[in-house]
Structures are given as C-alpha cells and as structure tokens.
C-alpha cells in the first residue's frame, strides 16, 4: 500500500523531496517557499520514517511489519470511518503477545514523543518566517503590543510608569503526574537543536549526510532509553530538573527579553521626542520563581533540609552562570589602555585584582574582570562550601550581595561608554548585569506553601504548651483572631526550643527558621512568598505571621520603630465556597490596623492566589471558571477601597480542568482591574518542558506573558461588561454546579465508577513524582488531589473536568428563554473576551475527548449496571455539551475557528487510538489478577506504566 502524505503516516512514510525536506533560510523569503505545513508533514514523516528504520533494525522485518499494520488499520479508520479497519485494528490488538504488546506500545508512545518536537519546532519556525516576511506581528509579541498602544494612544512613558511597579513572575511548580524522565528530555533537545539547525541555514550534501546520521543516532539513543523511572523522584531530583530549565532558557532569555524591551521603548521614546536619557535601563518587573522545594502541602519529603539543599543548589547554579559569563567576559574585553583610556574608577578596580601579570597590565578591563571572578569565587566557596571548577587568579574577598557585584558590573559598563565604546556594553556585558539584577546569588525566589489545617494545629500546639488548657481548636473566629492579634504585638515568643513539640510543629517551626537562614544567606529574594492553602478565614493568615513572628521573619512594633514582615503571607482559595468568601475575609484582613502597618512594610501589596484545580474539582468547569472571575471581581473592588495594590497569583494547570489553555488569552479574559501590571502563574512539569525547554520557544512564552499583562493593564478588554451579561453567566452557573455536584458528589457509586474506569490506582504507584497523589490515604474524591484527578479523566479520553455540566446549563437556559436566550449566548461568546475564551479551551478538551473509547473503559467497572448508568448520564451530557457549544460560538465542527489545532488533533487520534485499546486490555488483565490474587506478570505493569506515558505524550496537557 502506497504511503499516505498525510503527517499521522509516518512510521512507514517515504522520504520528503528534496524540494521541501529542507527549508533553508532562502526559503523564507521567497514568495514561492513551500506551504508551511508541508514542512511541518515533512519533518514528522522524515522522523516517523527513521523511528520505522529503528525498529526494523533492533527487532527484526516481522515487528515493524506489525506495527506498521496497526498503523494502516488506525488511520483507515479514522479518517475513513472503515469499520473494516476498525474490526482489523482491534483483532490485531487482541491477538498480540505481550512482548508484543510493548513493542508496539513503545512505538507509538515515541511516535508521539518525535511529533511533539516537530510541532514545537514548526511554532519556531512560523515565528521566523513571519519575521523574515514583514508580515504584521501577531497577537501576544511585544511588537504587537507596543505597536497597538501607539495605535491606541498610550504613550511610551505610561508603558514605563506600568513597569516602574509591575511584577510578572511564572512559577515553576513539581507536578505528580510528570511522565518524562531528564534522559529523555535531553535527547529531545537535542533533536530539537538538529531539527532547528535544518532549518537556519542551506546544507551541503556533506552537512546533510552528517545530520541524517546524527538524527538516527538520536532516535536509536531515544529508543534505548528506558521510559519509565524505576524508582521514585525525590523532590531534590524535582529540584534538579528545574534548574536544567534555568540554565538552558531562563539565564539566557530573561535577559534578552529585557533587552528587547529596553531597544524598543528606548526608541518609541525618542520618537516622540520625550526627555531620555542615552540609554533605557528598565526595572526588575520580570523573574521566575519556584515552589520546588518549599512546597510542603501534602509532601511529607519536603523539610528544613531539603528547604536548604534546594536553596544551596539554586545558588550554585547561578553561581556556576555568573562565574562562566565573567571568564568569557574576560575573554572579550581586550582593550588596551594604551587605545582606549579607561576611567579612574575602572583602574582602581583593575589595582584591586590579585591578576598582576605583566602580560596584561595594559589591560585593565580584564584584570578588573580577573578580579570580580576572584571575588565571585569566593561567595561560591562561603554559600557551596566548596571552590568553583575554574580557580580564581588569587585570593579576594567575598561579595555580600549580588548588588556588589552588580556595582562592580556598573564600573565597567560606566568607563566603556565613557571612551566611546558603548557598542562593547550591549553584548555580554549588559546580558550580564540584567542576569545579576534578575537572579542574584539565589537564582529563584522559592515559595513556600502548606495547608491552614496544619498551621492551625501547630498554633495551638504552641500556646497549649505555653499556657497549657489555652485550648486554641475551641475558639471561634473572632477569639482565633483576638489571641493571635495578642501574641503578634508582643516581643515574647511563644516558642522554646527547650520544650518537646510534636513532630509536626517542630518540623513546621524547622521551615520558617531556615527561611530566616536563607534571609541571611542569599537575601530576602530568596524566600518571599508564604502561601497558604485551603485559606478559609482571617485567623488562617494571622496563624502563619504569629509563626514567622516566632521564626525572627515578623517583627513587632517597638517605640517609634513600625512592625515588620519580612515575606508576603498570601491566602490561597481553593474551593468555590472559600472564592465566594474571598473578598468578605480580605475586607476583613485590610480593615486590621496591625495587618495594614505590616502591608506598609511590604509596598502595601497583598498577594491573593486562586486554585483553579481544586475549584474545578469543587464544583465543575463553568462554575469554577465564574467564581473565579467573580472573585477577581470583588477582590478588586475591596482592595481600591483600601487603597492595597492587588496582586493576583493564578494557580493554573496544564489542562484545560485545571485552568489551563493559552495565557496571552487568559491573561486578557481577567476582569477590569485585575491585572494592573501584577502577575503569577504557576508552570507546571510537563508544561515547563513544553514552554521553557527550548530557549527560542521559552522566551516566546515568556514575551506572551509579559505582552499579554501590559495589554491587559493598559487597554483592558473586559471594560464595561453589560450587567445582563454577568445575570446570564449567574444563572448558567447555578445549573452546571447543581450537574456536575449531583453526577460526582451525589451519586452512590461514584466514587468505586472512577476508581474502577480510570488508571487513578495505577497512577499513584507510578514513578512520577515525589508527592502523592492524594492528601490522605483514602479513595474519597475530597481527598485526591486535583492534578491526577484530571489526569485520570484525559487518560480514558473522557476529558470530565473540562466541559462535564455545561451542557445541562445551556440546555435549561434555552428551555427557559427560548430563541432569544440562544441569540443572547452568541452575542456573549462573540463581544465578552472571558466568555470566548473559556468556550475555546472546551473546544479544544471536547476534541480530544472521545467517547466511544471511553465506553471501553467503562466496561472495566465490575459493577455494570452502575457503570451503564453512570457513564449513560457521561455520554448523555457530552452529545448535549458538543451540540450547544457548536451553537453558541456558531460553529458547524469542533475548532472549526482554529483549524491548525483541528488538524493536529485529528492527525493524532490514530496513534492514540492503539495505545488507549491496549491500555484497557492490560488493565483487565491486571485487575483480573489482583482480584484472583495470582501473581502479576510485571510486563502487565511495565505495558500499562507504558501507556501512560505514551497518552500523555499524545494529548499533551493532559494533568
């Protein structure tokens, strides 16, 4: 059978022409240059085609046969809708060894895997061709941005004042069901960096055979490399992962995006003839910071010595970055004093060096450079304990804080422009000191996060053995907040390291106490976000600042001297009761004058996070999406009476049940006030590999980011939303929450239908990650935590999470209002930027879902008659969701608008398709087992682990 030229056939496919199997940089400017997504076919084929070689090579003519079969019958059927090929398909799939079976599970798995980095190659390569072509920037560039407020009449120094108080910070997170190991990732990049390589430049026939030989041995690398972890990530492991990211993208790209930004406004400036000075030097309003490490909520693995070993190997890789920028600074900056005469305070820093060799004393910059390393190498020593690989010249003494070195930075920038060599400070140089001004000594400001019911008892754990029969878990809120608004306006601690705490409290008490250590260290940067999960009430935050008091990170008011807090407390609300209470407890919380002097001490900004997950899986995906709008809502209006900045911290996740989807459209759907130049999101595992583990693709996620929060601060979308608007979106609220509470929270059997249809117990014995994947041991839904939850339901292609009670809403709003009601839902979607954007992601969710797969993996519920209605009331929901989302956003098909996306999707189905069948036949088999207690054939387990892995792959943001 001749190939198809499609890009799903590609274990088989033959080689692109040569016409197009390049794109060389001529290409893009041509008229004629080939259609952007034959390149992206042809790089899937040619990947698909060397995957196919492979395994022909390692297990022989009749394996690849086999799987290549499998494919043919997929894909007919799929885009054919053969029920021939279906039938084909599934007898081939039933009659497979269990060798076999994970041949072609790790086939297909890697197929997905290779697939991946052509698409996010091809979203390169788009970006270049753009460029190259002149075309008009697209939405979510600085360019566009920038441009559309020039357009619109907001001036370059209102940009500048927005940044004078903005702060935009995506925060890396560990995530339970992270399937990649750092093995593989590496390889990934490494094919990416090829893949790229092909595309910047014409290859000779020499470089062509050379990187075909190279991409086989990637691919043969990839195929030899175990999927599967097979032990368990410690959170240091978590830890380690994450600064691959920094040093691969973060180091190199912040800087450069400042860089950007700097160029750009400095020009809009001097176009408009405003006073400037002769260069633009931007503040600190873009970093990264972190929760691995500091994340203790439901992690028992998280301590005070992981807190340290955390912050300690942060430090030495930014460390490790400066001292390797300094040396190849050195390297560059040959100037003679003898051509270009360097300032005064340039030669005394050169006199400072322990560098006094006579080969470079007419070298200043680089003795001067000499000895900032020297001094640099000696805070590695005192914060490592150890000396970098590269020695210093000589001995010099330590720098205190980054904002030394930075100073020493300053001195050489300064004499460069003075001698008329200011092209030499916007190279290394300036990337450099925008690195010391963004990262510091620490790199990351690490969080740290624990839950109020463990606060809560370490409070009274506290005061029972200070004042024994104080009986804190007694009181009521109003007594709660009294006693610690006592105890945080007195000088006396409650804690003795004399008396004999529970372990909880004392390893509570351990974390902030490193906190303050690290404080001393690092410096305050280091650790500056307290977060608070479940927050419920104003006596949840006051507990954690009477601990921080206790730790030396609150100070007391003392004479003339005002109370101090050291790091933001910021309450997390979770669920939709605690977003409904959310402005009442923060109206409460600013109206306390102690809490307001503390704020003062902090610029008077609160931090308010919101979980998108938990939220989710309270009360369903429309419910959850408007309380949280609702809460931003209130939360604004509260804070403007109390004249606090806001600054919002979205917990979102990677899929769409979790608050994910793209954050330049997210950031915009924010309601009026909700953003002014304030923004964290957190970025979770397989997103941070997916948006930061290429250094182009991280700095395009990080440019969104920063151009979506200018645009929304300045040229708010959401201004003025009809009040009709907000009764509908209340009203449409209501009955989803009551569908989706009934279904998951109200049905006897829910709870054994989910364990039983979905890879939950599975998933929480796989090797994905260092916390569990529930707060407690139990299979109580209220317990399991948010991430696998959603995974579960993506793996089985249910999708629940994200669209399960809309249907039901518009069904009963349609009924109730009739054509002008439907007319009325249309009007929304097309003229209300929150409502679009939450109706896009579900598009995307109810694409991926499937189901007719899903229905197999019902039929695992022993159960039947409670897995038939069960799942009736599932498949029921879903036909009424698919067919009024279509008629609200107008559209004859799923993603009709985003044909892209459509087509990816679809591509992808034939490859998922086997290993879903798979996955269900080996969990029978394995449960069946368990059931009859015989022994497990641990291919059985390996084969299902392999499934996982490979559907996450596939769906992408799937947790």
Not at 55 to 75: C, F, K, M, N, P
Not at 313 to 334: D, F, I, K, T
């Amino acid at each position: 059978m001749a190939p198809s030229c499609t890009p799903s056939s590609t274990i088989c496919a033959a080689p692109p022409s040569q016409e197009t199997r390049h794109m060389n940089a001529s290409d893009q400017d041509h008229p004629s240059a080939p259609d952007p997504y034959h390149l992206l076919r042809d790089d899937i084929r040619l990947l698909g085609r060397v995957l196919g070689d492979t395994v022909r090579e390692q297990h022989g003519e009749a394996t690849y046969e086999l799987v290549d079969q499998i494919r043919r019958h997929s894909v007919r059927f799929r885009r054919e809708h053969d029920q021939a090929a279906r039938q084909a398909l599934e007898s081939t799939l039933d009659s497979l060894s269990r060798d076999q079976m994970l041949q072609v599970i790790r086939s297909f798995s890697y197929f997905s895997l290779l697939a991946n980095i052509a698409e996010d190659q091809h979203q390169i390569r788009l970006q270049r061709r753009a460029a190259l072509s002149g075309e008009a920037a697209s939405e979510g560039t600085l360019k566009h941005a920038l441009d559309r407020f020039a357009a619109e009449g907001v001036s370059p120094q209102q940009v500048l004042d927005l940044i004078g108080h903005a702060q935009i910070a995506p925060v890396l997170t560990a995530h339970p069901t992270e399937v990649r190991r750092h093995s593989i990732l590496h390889e990934q990049m490494q094919l990416a960096r090829l893949l790229r390589e092909r595309d910047l430049s014409p290859q000779t026939p020499q470089e062509q055979a050379e990187s075909a030989e190279e991409l086989r041995r990637i691919v043969l690398t990839l195929w030899q490399t175990r999927l599967l972890r097979p032990t368990k990530l410690s959170v240091l492991d978590e830890v380690a992962n994450s600064l691959e990211t920094h040093e691969r993208t973060f180091l190199s790209e912040v800087p450069r995006l400042y860089g950007q930004l700097e160029d750009r406004l400095h020009a809009d400036l001097k176009q408009a003839r405003a006073p400037q000075a002769d260069e633009l030097a931007l503040p600190n309003f873009l970093h990264v910071a972190s929760w691995i490490g500091g994340d203790r909520d439901g992690n028992p693995f998280v301590t005070a010595q992981v807190l340290d070993a955390a912050l300690r190997m942060q430090a030495e890789c930014v460390l490790r970055h400066h001292l390797a920028e300094l040396n190849e600074l050195g390297l560059e900056l040959s100037v003679s004093a003898l051509l270009a005469t360097p300032s005064d305070a340039l030669l005394a820093l050169a006199e400072r060096s322990p560098d006094q060799s006579q080969h470079r004393m007419d070298e200043p910059y680089r003795r001067a450079i000499s000895g900032l390393y020297a001094r640099l190498a000696a805070t590695y020593q005192n914060l490592i304990g150890r000396k970098p690989a590269r020695p210093a010249l000589g001995e010099a003494p330590a720098y205190d804080r980054a904002d030394d070195l930075l100073a020493d930075l300053d001195i050489i920038h300064r004499s460069l422009k003075a001698n008329g060599s200011a092209s030499l400070t916007r190279g290394r140089l300036r990337q450099l000191r925008r690195a010391v001004q963004v990262f510091g000594f620490s790199l990351a400001p690490l969080d740290l996060r624990q839950n109020s019911d463990v606060h809560e008892q370490v409070i009274d754990d506290l005061l029972e053995a200070a004042e024994p029969g104080a009986a804190y878990l007694s009181l009521d809120e109003a007594q709660r907040v009294a006693r610690l608004l006592a105890e945080l306006q007195t000088a006396r601690p409650l804690y003795s390291p004399h008396i004999a705490y529970s372990e909880l409290s004392q390893g509570e008490i351990a974390i902030f106490q490193q906190a303050r250590l690290a404080h001393e260290r690092y410096g305050r940067q280091s650790v500056a976000q307290c977060i608070i999960s479940k927050a419920a009430s104003v006596s949840d935050m006051l507990e954690v600042a009477v601990l921080l008091k206790e730790a030396g990170l609150l100070q007391p008011a003392r004479g003339d001297q005002p109370a101090r807090l050291a790091l933001n407390v910021v309450p997390l609300f979770e669920t939709i009761g605690d977003l409904r209470a959310a402005p009442g407890i923060m109206d409460e919380l600013l109206s306390l004058p102690l809490y307001r002097e503390l704020l003062k001490s902090l610029g008077d900004v609160q931090e308010v996070m919101l979980g998108y997950s938990d939220s989710n899986k309270d009360g369903g995906f429309l419910t959850s999406g408007w309380e949280l709008y609702k809460a931003e809502i209130g939360l604004v209006d509260v804070f403007a009476r109390h004249g606090v900045r806001l600054r919002l911290f979205h917990g979102r996740g990677g899929s769409v049940g979790r608050g994910g989807g793209p954050s330049y459209q997210a950031i915009l759907a924010q309601p009026p006030g909700a953003v002014q130049g304030q923004v964290r999101l957190t970025e979770q595992g397989e997103v941070i590999a997916a948006k930061y583990g290429q250094p182009e693709t991280g700095r395009r996620n990080l440019e969104v980011l920063v151009a979506a929060t200018l645009t929304a601060s300045l040229l708010p979308p959401n201004r003025g939303v009809p009040a009709e608007f907000l009764d509908v979106m209340e009203e449409l609220s209501a009955t989803a929450f009551a569908a989706y509470r009934h279904l998951v929270y109200e049905t006897e059997g829910f709870e054994q239908f989910f364990w039983e249809s979905t890879v939950i117990a599975e998933i929480a014995h796989l090797n994905i990650g260092s916390r569990p994947a529930s707060r407690k041991k139990s299979t109580s839904i209220d317990d399991l935590r948010a991430i696998p939850w959603v995974f579960s339901w993506a793996q089985c292609r249910i999708m629940l999470p994200g669209w399960y009670g809309f249907g039901s809403a518009i069904e009963a709003y349609v009924q109730k209002h009739g054509e002008a009601g439907a007319r009325r839902l249309q009007v929304m979607h097309a003229n209300w930027p929150y409502l679009s954007s939450l109706l896009s992601n579900m598009d995307m969710v109810l694409a991926k879902s499937d189901m007719a797969i899903a229905s197999r993996y019902a039929g695992l519920v022993s159960d039947k008659a409670l897995s038939a209605a069960i799942f009736g009331r599932i498949r029921a929901e879903h036909e009424l969701t698919l067919r009024h989302l279509l008629m609200v956003t107008g559209q004859q098909a799923l993603l009709e608008r985003n044909p892209e996306l459509q087509r990816h999707i679809a591509d992808r189905h034939p490859y998922l398709d086997p290993l879903n069948h798979l996955q269900v036949t080996l969990l029978a088999s394995f449960r069946e087992r368990q059931r009859r207690q015989e022994e497990v054939d641990e291919r059985i387990q390996r084969g299902i682990h392999l499934t996982i892995n490979g559907l996450a792959q596939g769906l992408r943001n799937s947790g």
